[in-house]
C-alpha cells in the first residue's frame, strides 16, 4: 500500500483510507462480522487509516471499530470525529456542539467506545455557528496537551474558519467531501487554504455516496432504509441527469479496463500527494477493487476527457437536504 503524509505533521497514513460509517448506518442493511471482516482484510493489505464518528449508528460504528482493531492497535492510524449531536432515543434529530466542555465529553466516549487511549486524528465533525472556532479549537489543543489526541482535523469548514482554527493550533487535516461530482473544495476556497497552511486534505464520498460506482441504475435499486432516498442527488430527474454522468464514467473506464469506481478514485488520487480519498465500504469484494485505483496512473489525456465528461458543478441536485445545513 503506497502511503501518503498529511500535514505539516507529516501523519503517514495509507493513500486510501477506509470510511467505516456505511458499516453502521445510512446505507442500508448491517453485517457486523462481515464489517469486522473488511477492517481486518484492509490492514492485511497494508492499508492503516480508519475513519470514524460519534455520531455514526448513533455511536455504534466507533464500537463496532473498536471490537475490530483489539490487538491491532500499532498498525492504525484512528480518526474520529465529534460536533454533531443526536439523540439515540429518535437519530433524525442533529445539532451542533463546539463548546469546549462538549469537546471534553466527546473525546473521553469516544475513547471509551473505540477502546483506545489515545486518538490519533480528531475532526470537529461539524462547525457550531454558536461558539467561535477558537474556542472549539482551544479545547481540542488541551486534549493533545492530555495525551487524548496527537493530531486535530476540521471537517466541512471553509477557508476563513480554516485559517482562525489554525491560529490556535496546527490543524493536520481537512475532511470535505470531494469526487467527480462534488468539486466544492476547489470553488469554495477550502483546497487553496489548506495548502497555504500545510494541511492535508481528506476527501470523503470519493464515490459520490456509491453513485458513480454504477450499481444503482434506478432510484428503486436503492435499500429501503437508505439514506440516499432522501439525497436530492438520488431523487427524480436528478437521478436520471446523473446517471448520463456515470453512463461516461463507465465508458471511460471500460477502455482503460478499469472499473467506474477505480476512475473515479484515481482521479482524486491524482489531485495531489497530499490527498487522501476514504471511500467506504462493508464487503472485502469492494474494498479489493477500491484498493486497486491506487495502481490506475490516469494519462493526460485520460484526465483532460474526465474533466469534460465531469467539469465543476456538473452534478444535478444538492449534496444534502435542506435540513442538514450546516456553518462552515
Same mark, same amino acid.
Request: charged content about 30%; overall charge neutral.
Given at each position: 500500500?503506497?502511503?501518503?503524509?498529511?500535514?505539516?505533521?507529516?501523519?503517514?497514513?495509507?493513500?486510501?483510507?477506509?470510511?467505516?460509517?456505511?458499516?453502521?448506518?445510512?446505507?442500508?442493511?448491517?453485517?457486523?462480522?462481515?464489517?469486522?471482516?473488511?477492517?481486518?482484510?484492509?490492514?492485511?493489505?497494508?492499508?492503516?487509516?480508519?475513519?470514524?464518528?460519534?455520531?455514526?449508528?448513533?455511536?455504534?460504528?466507533?464500537?463496532?471499530?473498536?471490537?475490530?482493531?483489539a490487538g491491532k492497535r500499532d498498525r492504525?492510524?484512528?480518526?474520529?470525529?465529534? =460536533? $454533531?449531536?443526536?439523540? %439515540?432515543?429518535? @437519530?433524525?434529530? *442533529? /445539532? +451542533?456542539?463546539?463548546?469546549?466542555?462538549?469537546?471534553?465529553?466527546?473525546?473521553?466516549?469516544?475513547?471509551?467506545?473505540?477502546?483506545?487511549?489515545?486518538?490519533?486524528?480528531?475532526?470537529?465533525?461539524?462547525?457550531?455557528?454558536?461558539?467561535?472556532?477558537?474556542?472549539?479549537?482551544?479545547?481540542?489543543?488541551?486534549?493533545?496537551?492530555?495525551?487524548?489526541?496527537?493530531?486535530?482535523?476540521?471537517?466541512?469548514?471553509?477557508?476563513?474558519?480554516?485559517?482562525?482554527?489554525?491560529?490556535?493550533?496546527?490543524?493536520?487535516?481537512?475532511?470535505?467531501?470531494?469526487?467527480?461530482?462534488?468539486?466544492?473544495?476547489?470553488?469554495?476556497?477550502?483546497?487553496?487554504?489548506?495548502?497555504?497552511? =500545510? $494541511?492535508?486534505?481528506? %476527501?470523503?464520498? @470519493?464515490?459520490? *455516496? /456509491? +453513485?458513480?460506482?454504477?450499481?444503482?441504475?434506478?432510484?428503486?435499486?436503492?435499500?429501503?432504509?437508505?439514506?440516499?432516498?432522501?439525497?436530492?442527488?438520488?431523487?427524480?430527474d436528478n437521478f436520471a441527469k446523473n446517471?448520463?454522468?456515470?453512463?461516461?464514467?463507465?465508458?471511460?473506464?471500460?477502455?482503460?479496463?478499469?472499473?467506474?469506481?477505480?476512475?473515479?478514485?484515481?482521479?482524486?488520487?491524482?489531485?495531489?500527494?497530499?490527498?487522501?480519498?476514504?471511500?467506504?465500504?462493508?464487503?472485502?469484494?469492494?474494498?479489493?477493487?477500491?484498493?486497486?485505483?491506487?495502481?490506475?496512473?490516469?494519462?493526460?489525456?485520460?484526465?483532460?476527457?474526465?474533466?469534460?465528461?465531469?467539469?465543476? =458543478?456538473?452534478?444535478?441536485? %444538492?449534496?444534502? @437536504?435542506?435540513?442538514?445545513k450546516y456553518a462552515r
Amino acid at each position: 500500500m503506497q502511503m501518503r503524509e498529511l500535514g505539516r505533521a507529516r501523519l503517514k497514513v495509507s493513500a486510501l483510507g477506509l470510511g467505516c460509517m456505511g458499516m453502521s448506518e445510512f446505507y442500508g442493511g448491517r453485517d457486523d462480522a462481515e464489517s469486522i471482516a473488511t477492517i481486518h482484510h484492509y490492514l492485511d493489505r497494508g492499508g492503516n487509516f480508519l475513519d470514524t464518528a460519534d455520531i455514526y449508528g448513533p455511536f455504534e460504528n466507533e464500537k463496532l471499530v473498536g471490537r475490530a482493531i483489539a490487538g491491532k492497535r500499532d498498525r492504525i492510524v484512528l480518526a474520529t470525529k465529534f =460536533g $454533531i449531536v443526536r439523540d %439515540a432515543k429518535d @437519530p433524525t434529530v *442533529r /445539532g +451542533f456542539s463546539g463548546k469546549p466542555e462538549y469537546v471534553q465529553k466527546s473525546c473521553e466516549a469516544s475513547l471509551q467506545r473505540l477502546g483506545v487511549d489515545v486518538i490519533d486524528l480528531y475532526y470537529l465533525h461539524r462547525v457550531d455557528p454558536e461558539t467561535p472556532i477558537e474556542d472549539t479549537v482551544g479545547a481540542m489543543a488541551s486534549l493533545v496537551k492530555q495525551g487524548k489526541v496527537r493530531h486535530l482535523g476540521l471537517s466541512e469548514a471553509g477557508p476563513e474558519t480554516i485559517r482562525r482554527a489554525a491560529k490556535i493550533h496546527p490543524i493536520t487535516a481537512l475532511q470535505s467531501e470531494w469526487s467527480l461530482w462534488t468539486r466544492d473544495p476547489e470553488d469554495d476556497g477550502a483546497l487553496a487554504a489548506c495548502r497555504e497552511l =500545510g $494541511i492535508g486534505f481528506v %476527501a470523503y464520498s @470519493p464515490l459520490g *455516496r /456509491g +453513485f458513480l460506482t454504477g450499481r444503482f441504475q434506478r432510484f428503486e435499486d436503492l435499500p429501503a432504509d437508505d439514506y440516499r432516498r432522501h439525497s436530492p442527488r438520488f431523487m427524480g430527474d436528478n437521478f436520471a441527469k446523473n446517471l448520463e454522468l456515470v453512463r461516461e464514467i463507465e465508458r471511460l473506464a471500460k477502455a482503460r479496463g478499469a472499473t467506474p469506481s477505480q476512475l473515479a478514485l484515481a482521479w482524486v488520487l491524482s489531485r495531489g500527494d497530499d490527498v487522501v480519498p476514504i471511500p467506504g465500504t462493508k464487503k472485502r469484494t469492494y474494498l479489493d477493487e477500491n484498493l486497486a485505483a491506487a495502481e490506475l496512473r490516469l494519462t493526460k489525456e485520460e484526465l483532460e476527457r474526465i474533466e469534460a465528461i465531469a467539469p465543476r =458543478g456538473v452534478a444535478a441536485g %444538492a449534496r444534502y @437536504p435542506a435540513s442538514m445545513k450546516y456553518a462552515r
